[in-house]
Nanobody
């Protein structure tokens, strides 16, 4: 059974830092690209960052220069480190595991990040 579990969300003040992690089990982690998406209330889900099987990374515009993403193939997790957070970073952060070319792909249930003073 495949499990995609996010952790580490919470409340942080503007300007602060927070990391969220995604732990995966039940699949061959090494062959999956892993992404973080986020969704604010009333808005569409958007790409935050991704890390490919070869460790190359990609970032959404809002994350560039502030967020980093790392993966650990041995322990099957991905961490998103978020710095200089602002209120627009508030939302539910979802982990997505992508297997090219046609899946299967898996979503986690999300973790809430609230940037507020």
């Amino acid at each position: 059974q495949v499990q995609v579990v996010e952790s580490g969300g919470g409340l942080v003040q503007p300007g602060g830092s927070l990391s969220v992690s995604c732990t995966l089990s039940g699949l061959n982690f090494n062959i999956y690209n892993i992404y973080w998406y986020r969704q604010a209330p009333g808005q569409q889900r958007e790409l935050v960052a991704g890390i490919m099987t070869d460790a190359t990374t990609k970032f959404g515009e809002a994350a560039k220069g502030r967020f980093t993403i790392l993966r650990n193939n041995a322990e099957k997790w991905v961490t998103l480190q978020m710095n200089r957070l602002n209120t627009e970073d508030t939302g539910t952060y979802y982990c997505w595991a992508e297997l090219l070319p046609i899946g299967p792909n898996y979503w986690g249930e999300g973790v809430l990040v609230n940037v507020s003073s």
